[in-house]
């Protein structure tokens, strides 16, 4: 059986290498984490736009009809689903030859930089980190379309960025769980708010996947955290940052305690009926 596991994992890491460009292929992740490490100032200029365009421009809205932008909307949907498609393609298969082929513990302690850093997957865990910084244009369409802001949209988008920025900078080795999970959720769930806003989503398309996805990933997410403390704390070897890991475990913990509520809330509470409408607020 190991033997069987070892042949089909071999086969999963070539995938990452297809179709792939000379600069994926020789990615080299050593400039990208030096600037990380060197340049949180901006992580942190990026939020404090953020929360000071998001907060004035509520204000500034209040006077203003409230804009459209269902094309540009879809546009922005459209390109977010297919970048998370591809990163979802050079990351899935990688983790999944590693699961076969490794132990849980070998998965999730391994420095990055003598597994999966280099190369289209390293290259693929870099873009979805600073990608993070354009992903926060997904509120400045909901302040300037006039629709709620929910504490978990705003709340997620902080928190994921600093987060994403501090296990880049520090090397976590648990990383390519939680990267190839987020680009697994906003393949299916970019994709559906493309088709919502160009109007073509069909009706019976049951949205409670996405949120049902979303949950899992914040399951495996505080799993996975608590795993990596154990093997640090037990005094094994765990290439992942103490700061890290508090800052993972308070993270997913949370997530997952606001996305069981937001579920509960939409699918059997009062807000069942307005569920569609804030849907579109999560990312």
Known sequence: MAEINNQIAEILFQIPHLLNTPWE???????SIKFANDNWSVCLGFLAAY?????????????????????PL???????????????????PYLMGMILSRSFEDTIS??????WGYGPTGCWVMLFIYSKIPELLDTVFIVLRKKPLIFLHWYHHVTVLLYCWSAYSTIAGSGLYFVAMNFTVHALMYGYYCLQALGVCPKSFPVILI??????????????????????????????EVSNLIGGGLMYGSYLYLFVEFAVKRYMGKGKSKGVQLAKKLE
């Not at 292929?25 to 400039?31: C, E, Y």
């Open 110 to 115: 391994p420095s990055p930089l003598g597994t």
């Open 51 to 71: 929360l000071i365009v998001i907060t004035a421009g509520k204000y500034v809205m209040d006077k203003y009809k409230a804009f459209d932008l269902r094309l």
């Open 74 to 92: 879809a546009a922005w949907n459209a390109f977010l689903c297919t970048f998370s498609f591809i990163g979802m393609m050079r990351t899935v």
């Open 25 to 31: 292929k020789n990615f080299d992740p050593t400039a």
């Open 211 to 240: 949120t049902m996805a979303q949950i899992a990933q914040m399951f495996i997410g505080t799993g996975i955290c608590i795993s990596a403390w154990w093997f640090k704390f037990s005094g094994r070897e765990c290439h992942n």
